[in-house]
């Protein structure tokens, strides 16, 4: 039987694609919603069996706040983190606050959909590998954590970097090339290239896992974190 559920996450286009995937696999999405604040009491107010709520920085103060008053208000909500790879404070602060999961952004649909089925049923949804790197981090905490976008950004050239810029402002190959003064074959060139060092399928998914991260924000104010770019037009 399909979830009744909500999707809640400051990009609106991610939103939308997750519910609408959602709905193709009979799901009832009462809601898809970017508010940039005001993401409890819209859930409160509809009332789902499940929130999927996106967050883009689990480990900062307040970032689940808004679980605590779901939780508080609608208890019967199960509420599912979607977020970067997270750090052990991320993923306690997630379930201190009331959520019943945690799900990488970047997880397939019949994860997350995996997900909300056991969080409904009142079960933790969060993946083993999650957990045991968590038990590991904290173990074993390394004096200067890595940030995951800060991370990305040193596997791709500064002409890389400049052609995921342009991949999330939508451009397409044509005007990628136009932009940079070079041919639309090395464009696209340079966008498999970000596709792959980035693990992702498209260039949807690229653009997504840079807004998530904040790479995008690393790359214009710690331009000199990318790598030489060996083979620049």
Not at 86 to 92: E, L, Q, V
Not at 127 to 136: C, D, I, K, R
């Amino acid at each position: 039987m399909g979830v009744r559920l909500m999707v809640v996450d400051d990009h609106r286009l991610l939103a939308e694609a997750l519910a609408s995937a959602l709905k193709l696999r009979g799901h009832r999405v009462l809601a898809a919603a970017a508010p940039s604040a005001g993401a409890a009491e819209l859930v409160v107010s509809r009332a789902p069996e499940v929130c999927l709520l996106g967050t883009a920085a689990p480990a900062e103060p307040g970032a689940f706040d808004p679980v605590v008053r779901i939780k508080r208000d609608r208890p019967q909500v199960a509420v599912v983190v979607l977020g970067p790879v997270p750090s052990p404070r991320g993923i306690a602060a997630a379930f201190a606050a009331g959520a019943s999961g945690y799900v990488r952004h970047d997880e397939r649909i019949e994860g997350v959909e995996r997900a909300m089925v056991k969080a409904r049923a009142g079960e933790a949804a969060v993946a083993p590998q999650l957990l045991q790197g968590a038990f590991t981090d904290l173990l074993n905490p390394a004096a200067q954590p890595d940030d995951e976008g800060r991370r990305l950004l040193r596997m791709l050239t500064p002409r890389e970097v400049e052609v995921l810029v342009r991949v999330a402002e939508g451009e397409d190959t044509r005007l990628i090339a136009a932009g940079m003064g070079i041919a639309p074959s090395t464009a696209r060139t340079h966008v498999q290239r970000v596709l792959m060092k980035l693990g992702v399928g498209s260039r949807l998914e690229a653009a997504a896992l840079a807004a998530r991260t904040g790479l995008l924000d690393h790359a214009a104010s710690h331009p000199p974190l990318a790598a030489p770019d060996p083979d620049a037009d």
